[in-house]
């Protein structure tokens, strides 16, 4: 998308975001919500990246008075360990997270906030009923500990029909030590969370193989997306009746196709990563131009992605 230097923009701070589906919905948004911009840059950079390009990504972002502000998707733990020293204004979740994705300006003060657990928690509502865990006795198992495990699991910890059980998974311990972290600093109910590391793909099945029926088994490790591949292997076992929820919408999404494969045997609710996107994006672009969204706004924002996905 071309960018007149004199006219006011939107960032996205992510991997590959020329082909997300928000560049051809965010001038549609804008129409509806009357924002002061239709155009939205993106701000590629590597899963590698260097904690200069971080800092040089956010003083772009806080120097240019035509930068409104940005969404920060693959790099929001990234973002916060290498530049969270240039924000005037960081939120509790931003804080106890570690993560930033929400990059909004407030006059001269930059503004980051982490709002995965707030929008995990909307697309969660969208899906699963209120008293599913205390119904069925299901536990949760969330495939991936970095920014949007962390958030779904905070969520979870909030929830009035809070799981018995929530399993984290991460292939090295220096997550699982952080997110052990996160939850001592929000006081997470003593055993509600299990942190297992796990080496390979056939551990994490064992895991899922092993959870009750009706379950809810999440991944949250950014593969499908930003790179090929599943956490599980093909000849998973997923729980009876379970909810399993891809959270991508684009990509190879190798972990949906497996879950799609035996849904009708297995009596699964699939659902993939697309109301979660609706709400991420929706949050931060309430966020940076300073909006309240009703549910009804919510649902013609999505209506209209709908329209353009």
């Known amino acids: 998308m ?51 390009q971080y800092r040089a990504i956010v003083e772009q972002i806080r120097d240019d008075p035509h930068h409104r502000g940005a969404l920060v998707t693959t790099h929001k733990m990234n973002v916060y360990a290498a530049a969270s020293d240039l924000f005037e204004d960081l939120d509790p979740f931003a804080v106890s997270c570690s993560e930033i994705s929400s990059i909004a300006k407030r006059g001269d003060i930059l503004s980051g906030r982490a709002k995965d657990p ?68 929000h006081g997470t109910r003593d055993g509600l969370i299990e942190y297992v590391r796990t080496d390979s793909i056939a551990d994490a099945a064992q895991l899922v193989a092993a959870a009750p029926a009706g379950s809810l088994i999440v991944n949250a490790t950014g593969l499908g997306k930003d790179r090929p591949g599943s956490p599980l292997p093909d000849d998973v076992a997923f729980p009876e009746g379970a909810y399993v929820w891809e959270f991508n919408y684009r990509g190879s999404l190798e972990f949906l196709h497996q879950a799609r494969a035996q849904q009708e045997s297995r009596a699964l609710h699939v659902i993939d990563g697309w109301r979660y996107f609706i709400h991420g994006w929706s949050q931060v672009v309430a966020d940076v131009f300073e909006l309240t969204l009703t549910p009804e706004v919510v649902e013609q924002l999505a209506e209209a992605a709908e329209g353009a996905h």
């Open 118 to 185: 707030i929008t995990v928690d909307l697309a969660l509502n969208d899906f699963l009923p209120a008293d599913h865990f205390a119904r069925t006795g299901a536990h949760v198992i969330i495939l991936g500990a970095g920014g949007s495990g962390t958030a779904l699991s905070w969520a979870l910890s909030e929830r009035a029909d809070a799981p018995a059980k929530v399993t984290v998974t991460a292939r090295d311990d220096a997550k699982l030590d952080h997110l052990r972290e996160v939850h001592r600093q």
């Open 2 to 52: 071309t960018h007149t230097p004199d006219a006011d923009y939107m960032g996205f701070v992510g991997v590959t975001t020329a082909s997300s589906s928000i560049m051809k919905v965010f001038p549609l948004w804008a129409d509806i919500l009357g924002l002061p911009t239709r155009t939205l840059i993106g701000h590629d950079l590597p899963m590698d990246a260097t904690t200069e």
